[in-house]
Structure formats: structure tokens, C-alpha cells
Nanobody, 121 residues
Framework: QVQLAESGGDLVRPGGSLRLSCAASGTFYQITIMGWYRQAPGKQRDLVAMITSDGSTNYGDAVKGRFTISRDNAKNTVSLEMNSLNPEDTAVYYC???????????????WGQGTQVTVSS
């Protein structure tokens, strides 16, 4: 079984910065894609950013130019550097990973429990 543990959520003022981290644990062959999604109250869960094992990235339109995703393949971690935060960034941020348990099985999707980010003065 694979577990994803997020950390770094906090209350931050508008214009501030925050760094989220997610660590995968368990027994598996490899993690192909890691990413961050967010869900604000009453809204759907949306893509924030994702990164492949070779470093290719994709960002949601709302965060382009402000957020940066990175990963450490050796440590099975993914981080999200968030700058110029505004109240619209307030949400629960979820880590997601596509995990391949063996080389001959397609990846399965795992989610973390989420970490709250609140942007408010």
C-alpha cells in the first residue's frame, strides 16, 4: 500500500509565500506522475500542477507564473513553491501520485489527505 503525506499548509497573508511538501511511502516500483490539486469550499477539485518523473511540468492557468512544482525521485517527494498568494488560492491542497507497483502493471492513482492553505489578512 502507498501512502502520501502532505505538509506545509498554513495561514498566510496576501502576497505571501508558502511551500508544500508531499512524501510517498510504501512498497512500489516507481512513481510516474506526481502533482497537486486543490479544492475550495463548494467547488470542484482542480489541477494546480503536475510533474513527470523526467521533470516535465504542467500548471493550472490560475497559478502559472506564481507556483513552481519540483520533485526528488530518489526520495519520492514532490514540493510546491507558492508565491504571490491571494485569497482565491485558499483551499485544501491534495497531493496525487500515479504509482506503479510492478513493471508490468499500469499505475494506480493515490491521494493524500490534504493540507489547508488559507490566504487572508
Amino acid at each position: 500500500q502507498v501512502q502520501l503525506a502532505e505538509s506545509g499548509g498554513d495561514l498566510v497573508r496576501p502576497g505571501g509565500s508558502l511551500r508544500l511538501s508531499c512524501a510517498a511511502s510504501g512498497t512500489f516500483y516507481q512513481i510516474t506522475i506526481m502533482g497537486w490539486y486543490r479544492q475550495a469550499p463548494g467547488k470542484q477539485r482542480d489541477l494546480v500542477a503536475m510533474i513527470t518523473s523526467d521533470g516535465s511540468t504542467n500548471y493550472g492557468d490560475a497559478v502559472k507564473g506564481r507556483f513552481t512544482i519540483s520533485r526528488d525521485n530518489a526520495k519520492n517527494t514532490v514540493s510546491l513553491e507558492m508565491n504571490s498568494l491571494n485569497p482565491e488560492d485558499t483551499a485544501v491542497y491534495y497531493c496525487r501520485a500515479h504509482v506503479q507497483s510492478t513493471p508490468d502493471i499500469l499505475p494506480s492513482v493515490y491521494w493524500g489527505q490534504g493540507t489547508q492553505v488559507t490566504v487572508s489578512s
